[in-house]
Nanobody, 124 residues
């Protein structure tokens, strides 16, 4: 069974940076596409970023392009989300997700495994 554990959420000010981590309890990390989603109160869960199984391809929501970076550490089975120039609208619970499809996707229904989420609050 795959378990994903996120960490790094915090309360920050607009313009600050923050790095989220997600560690996967899997035997072969390279078998999984990894992604980050976020959900604000009363809103749907939205795609943020994704990384292909080998890490060679990355995908971003338009709203975070140029500010957020997804990366993977295969020695630690960990995926990161570096968030720079945070905005108040970025306040949400951030979720790590994984699936074993051929390529990453941006649709939450495609992901089989989810972490418990980590809260990010950006004050303006």
């Amino acid at each position: 069974q795959v378990q994903l554990v996120e960490s790094g959420g915090s309360v920050v000010q607009a313009g600050d940076s923050l790095r989220l981590s997600c560690t996967a309890s899997v035997l072969t990390f390279t078998n999984y596409n990894m992604a980050w989603f976020r959900q604000a109160p009363g809103k749907e869960r939205d795609f943020v970023a994704a990384s292909s199984r080998g890490g060679t391809s990355t995908y971003y929501a338009e709203s975070v392009k140029g500010r957020f970076t997804i990366s993977r550490d295969y020695a630690r089975n960990t995926v990161y989300l570096q968030m720079n120039i945070l905005k108040a609208e970025g306040s949400a619970v951030y979720y790590c997700a994984a699936h074993r499809r051929i390529t990453p996707t941006t649709t939450s229904d495609d992901y089989s495994y989810w972490g418990q989420g980590t809260q990010v609050t950006v004050s303006s």
